[in-house]
């Protein structure tokens, strides 16, 4: 009889502990999306090589193309669109 308690009591941890990693990932994914900012976006990102890339992103409704490489960002321009 006390190996039955010890048991059923054992497994309640187990099921308690096995509900910690799902939480922290429910949390962490949450915290992500909390700080989250539509402020600059993101829109494109088109591999030119290996090492250099161009990124089309949006800045208060601005569209800016921006190239990136090993050496870091540069400026390349702004997308204006015929509305």
Known sequence: MEWINYLQSLGIILLILS???LGAHFYKKLNVKKFASDYIK???IKPINYKAQILLIEVKNRKILLGYSDKGFTYLGEIKDDA
Do not use: N, V
Request: hydrophobic letters at 65%; glycine letters at 0%; charged letters at 15%.
């Open 42 to 44: 993101i829109l494109e």
């Open 19 to 21: 509900f910690l990693p």
